[in-house]
């Protein structure tokens, strides 16, 4: 089923550096990994080691509260290594691709023990979709309203008759509702969709894939090939030619980083030049995406890649100076009236950074979150709530609504620069783990 919806609470934020319509094939990158923490709740359980040969859609990690649920090798190759963080924990298993004609023996078709599975995620939490939950319906945005982000109509070019055969595989478990958002961001956020058609109730379930994964489970089911193909923005402030990079998912961005980053010394700290303090590499959205080595990989679920300036040197006098280039939602500065004059020569916002141009303070009651979340919520109660870990308060809220990144623009406008978005999420993580108990 199709549908559009019009958002009118929002904001758009004039970013610079959108990636120009040329797409180039970086398919050839030689090393790959695959991420157990960008996936909720997933507590991964080893199935390879290193040294070990795999293939591409061959399970390398399953969950151990799930064994059904796993997640794949994305290219055919060798284990390069397995890396773990702070008390053991599993962080990356890197995986090095060699020419291969292996490839997974498995039946085609859209199931639980199929690779393109942890491609469709479960609300509430945003964990991988439980196959023992009947969905009420499956979403899929046709618009990604981030800042800078792919247009979708654009990445999926030539893959309709793919995307046709995903949604044929979806729509054996639920209805599944193509929905194109107009309106300002959020609007093409999941969340912001399902507010606006059927909202979600305790103990309901709603499965959403991302319109690129879409067509991935279509070739599966078509070919029994595992690609996990994507074609990602590659842009921002300090990107030196913003294009396109058609990627298999878990991609190094070093190649391409190397091809975008100004300073070709970066990150070279020996170099006078070097930009090492001065340019955030982020895999996802600027909102809600995280920040990786310039070596770092793609995010499983992210489809563009943001170059930032760090925005780590003293800006004299700060917020006592006009700000005629700087972006202000509360009309801080002077560019906050820029909308309103008449004049289209007017400087717009252009300087943007990591900075968030204040210190950590008290969490105030504003009123101007309601501008930019256009849900049917009061988020700054909701937030509270969360700070206070009263659940059943954020029950009555609407907490099952929401995930982390609704909150994003919230959280970019805060005057209190609180992390709205972890807050979100660790009051969504003791709702899950209660939920599992």
Not at 359 to 381: A, C, H, K, M, W
Not at 394 to 421: H, R, W
Request: negative net charge.
């Amino acid at each position: 089923m199709n549908h559009t919806i019009k958002i009118k609470k929002g904001l758009d934020i004039p970013l610079g550096g959108a990636a120009a319509r040329e797409t180039l094939d970086a398919r050839s990158i030689g090393r790959y990994a695959v991420k157990p923490p960008d996936v909720v709740g997933f507590v991964p359980r080893l199935l390879v080691a290193e040294g070990d040969s795999v293939v591409a859609g061959q399970p390398v990690v399953a969950d151990k509260n799930d064994p059904r649920l796993t997640l794949p090798s994305p290219v055919s190759g060798v284990v390069e290594a397995i890396v773990r963080g702070e008390k053991r924990k599993l962080l990356e298993i890197v995986i090095t691709s060699q020419a291969s004609k292996a490839s997974l023996a498995s039946k085609a078709g859209l199931s639980p023990d199929s690779p393109v599975w942890w491609m469709i995620k479960e609300r509430p939490f945003g964990s991988i979709a439980n196959p023992d939950h009947k969905p009420k319906g499956i979403f899929i945005s046709l618009r990604d309203t981030n800042p800078l982000a792919p247009d979708l109509e654009y990445a999926l070019r030539g893959r309709e008759h793919e995307f046709e055969a995903g949604l044929k595989a979806l729509g054996t478990f639920a209805e599944v509702h193509c929905v194109r958002a107009e309106g300002p961001h959020p609007a093409g956020n999941i969340g912001t969709i399902i507010a606006a058609l059927d909202p979600i109730n305790k103990g309901e379930y709603i499965w959403s894939v991302n319109a690129q994964d879409v067509a991935n489970i279509g070739r599966w089911c078509i070919t029994s090939e595992y690609r996990p193909e994507r074609i990602i923005a590659v842009g921002g402030p300090a990107a030196k030619t913003p294009k396109h990079y058609r990627v298999i998912c878990g991609a190094c961005l070093k190649q391409i980083t190397d091809a975008q980053l100004i300073d070709p010394d970066y990150p070279n700290l020996a170099s006078p030049t070097s930009m090492a303090s001065s340019t955030r590499i982020i895999s996802g959205s600027v909102l809600s995406g995280t920040q990786v080595a310039p070596d770092g990989f793609l995010g499983m679920y992210d489809q563009q890649v943001l170059l930032m300036p760090e925005g780590d040197h003293y800006e004299f006098m700060g917020w006592l100076m006009p700000g005629l280039k700087k972006f202000s939602f509360h009309k801080t500065f002077l560019s906050g009236f820029a909308r309103l004059l008449p004049i289209a020569h007017y400087p717009l916002p252009t300087e943007f950074n990591t900075n968030t141009h204040g210190s950590v303070r008290p969490f105030l009651f504003t009123g101007q979150f309601e501008r930019v979340f256009p849900f049917d919520i009061y988020p700054q109660q909701l937030i509270k709530a969360c700070i206070v870990g009263d659940v059943e308060l954020q029950e009555k809220l609407g907490i099952y609504e929401v995930e982390p990144e609704d909150f994003a623009l919230c959280e970019f406008i805060d005057p209190s620069k609180t992390e709205i978005q972890t807050i979100i999420r660790e009051a969504l993580e003791v709702l899950r783990k209660e939920a599992m108990a």
